[in-house]
């Protein structure tokens, strides 16, 4: 089954800690996002990149960090330097170069500093 | 960069009865306006969307309609279901900028 998984589904982090949040795609997108998520709340852009080795910071880049050295892979780590961690984070890829700019998103992960 | 306001935020309907969501964007160079619904703890899935160049669509119970001018668009729910309750986002799309744009979510709950 073509997809976007995201992995691992809940996540705890010590403060202090950094951790890397996991996002694959075997739908061949060009595009791929990180999106956060806080209670009641709306999605706010992370990061995105549209091509391999490169990527640009979204609303709410600090405290994050990205690399997209493969197609397929897009992971993101949260660094100590993010204040409030705690939100759900949500992956999503699409064919921005094509006429369907259709966004498919992952299941999302849930992390929670403890 | 595109602005994409979003109301209500929340929204209760009577099962059968017809629910509307409204977005307007900023950004005129927009041309792709998803909508996505999102159930408690899954990521959100789409569920309509409709281009620049078209002004309804409509598929089954949903439709979505687009105002260029007023820079506005809608989703409407007909005969809604107490399966339709969750999280529906709009979206908007800039060439320019090459992103999606979402608005901050209506929760629809659809009272039996």
């Known amino acids: 089954d073509g997809g976007i998984t995201q992995s691992p589904k809940y996540l705890f982090r010590k403060e202090g800690q950094n951790v890397t949040l996991s996002c694959e795609q075997n739908?061949?997108?060009?595009?791929m996002y990180w999106y956060r998520q806080d209670p009641g709340q709306g999605l706010r852009l992370i990061y995105y990149?549209?091509?391999?080795?490169?990527?640009q910071k979204g609303d709410i880049a600090e405290g994050y960090s990205v690399s997209r050295e493969k197609k397929e892979s897009f992971p993101l780590t949260v660094t100590s330097a993010q204040k409030n961690p705690t939100a759900f984070y949500l992956c999503?890829?699409?064919?921005?170069?094509?006429?369907?700019?259709?966004?498919?998103f992952g299941q999302g992960t849930r992390l929670t500093v403890v | 960069g595109e602005n994409v306001e979003q109301h209500p935020s929340t929204l209760s309907v009577q099962e059968g009865d017809s629910a509307v969501i409204k977005c307007t964007y900023s950004?005129?160079?927009?041309?792709?306006f998803p909508w996505y619904k999102q159930e408690l703890g899954k990521g959100p899935q789409l569920i309509i969307d409709?281009?620049?160049?078209?002004g309804e669509k409509k598929d089954q119970r949903i439709a979505v309609t687009l105002n260029k001018t007023a820079k506005h668009f809608s989703l409407h729910i007909t005969e809604t279901q107490p399966e339709d309750s969750a999280v529906y986002f709009c979206?908007?799309?800039?060439?320019?900028?090459?992103?999606?744009?979402f608005g901050s979510g209506t929760q629809l709950t659809v009272l039996p």
């Open positions: 990149s549209q091509i391999v080795n490169d990527f």
């Open positions: 739908l061949n997108h060009d595009a």
């Open positions: 979206a908007a799309f800039s060439g320019s900028a090459r992103q999606l744009t």
């Open positions: 999503a890829s699409s064919n921005t170069y094509r006429a369907n700019t259709e966004a498919f």
């Open positions: 409709i281009r620049s160049n078209v």
């Open positions: 950004d005129s160079a927009s041309n792709y």
